[in-house]
């Protein structure tokens, strides 16, 4: 019975003679004696059981089984190749896929600009993104179900690597007709008293723990309603006059029929942004990711001191 396994080197002088039509052609185009390149196409011979080529003085040809052979080892060659090429590209993280949980809006502001930016140098990977709560998300990457987090503060979980990367300050979202709107900012003594409403997943509850540092005193505790929707419906809701709700600056950059969007005065109320990655993760994609974002962190850095000094 024929031996199905077959040396992929040996291959390489099978489709080059059927090509030169000549041994000796090969030879001196590889490099090698012919006799290499003769014993090499045997062996292929010996293996298949049947012969690949017809011999003669001027050369050779091939056969009938030989031209079958070719035509289907052909393209396995071809698959083999496009394999390795993939598998290489994977490595230099050309090709593979991202897995990035976060809390903000990719509409503006600087994870749009880092997404946009890898998008641009690695189109071979795909970005997967899922929003979620930052405790469901950290949880997530220490399980290896995601590559990187984008989270507020600085968190340092066990294995884990953290790098802050920008600010984002807090804007209260009210409708568009209530009295606030016409300021150019609040305080919170503007609106301590009115009513808050937060989705249960996606940034909700470091929000609802945020109402609860700024705006808790004794006595007193702010009065905050919780929906099971996501940030569009909400923001629908807060037009509707159901309660205002806390979002960063990233939110901006999309448009909400209805609604005005205010800075809370004072810096106390601009939050930094981190990158959360476990330290075994060797997934070249992510390392490419984080060095995008530090560029891109630095330039941001530059621009924000070269508008202070102005």
């Not at 979002?247 to 800075?263: D, I």
Request: charged share 25%; aromatic share 8%; hydrophobic share 40%.
């Amino acid at each position: 019975m024929p031996d199905p396994t077959l040396d992929l080197r040996n291959l390489r002088y099978v489709i080059l003679a059927a090509e030169r039509g000549s041994f000796r052609r090969v030879a001196a185009e590889v490099g090698v004696e012919q006799s290499t390149v003769s014993r090499r196409i045997q062996l292929v011979e010996r293996r298949l059981g049947v012969p690949i080529f017809e011999r003669y003085s001027g050369g050779v040809c091939l056969t009938a089984a030989g031209e079958m052979f070719l035509r289907d080892a052909t393209i396995g060659a071809h698959h083999l190749r496009r394999a390795v090429q993939a598998v290489s590209s994977l490595k230099r993280g050309g090709q593979g896929v991202l897995r990035i949980g976060l809390f903000v809006s990719l509409a503006a502001g600087f994870l749009g600009e880092l997404v946009e930016r890898y998008q641009e140098q690695y189109e071979g990977i795909d970005l997967e993104f899922e929003e979620n709560t930052a405790e469901r998300n950290l949880s997530r990457l220490i399980g290896g179900e995601l590559d990187v987090v984008f989270v507020t503060g600085m968190p340092a979980p066990v294995g884990c690597e953290a790098l802050q990367l920008w600010e984002e300050r807090i804007f209260v979202a009210l409708p568009s007709a209530h009295s606030l709107s016409g300021q150019q900012e609040v305080t919170w003594g503007d609106i301590e008293k009115e009513r808050f409403i937060l989705s249960a997943g996606g940034p909700g509850p470091e929000i609802h723990d945020y109402l609860i540092k700024r705006l808790s005193a004794p006595g007193f505790r702010p009065d905050i309603r919780v929906h099971r929707v996501g940030r569009e419906n909400l923001m629908n809701m807060v037009a509707r006059g159901f309660g205002l709700t806390l979002t960063t600056a990233s939110t901006l950059g999309t448009s909400f029929a209805g609604l005005t969007f205010l800075p809370i005065a004072g810096d106390e109320d601009i939050v930094p942004c981190t990158a959360v990655w476990t330290s075994n993760n060797s997934n070249p994609a992510l390392h490419h990711l984080l060095a995008i974002a530090r560029e891109t962190a630095q330039r941001s850095s530059s621009v924000d001191r070269e508008r202070f000094l102005k």
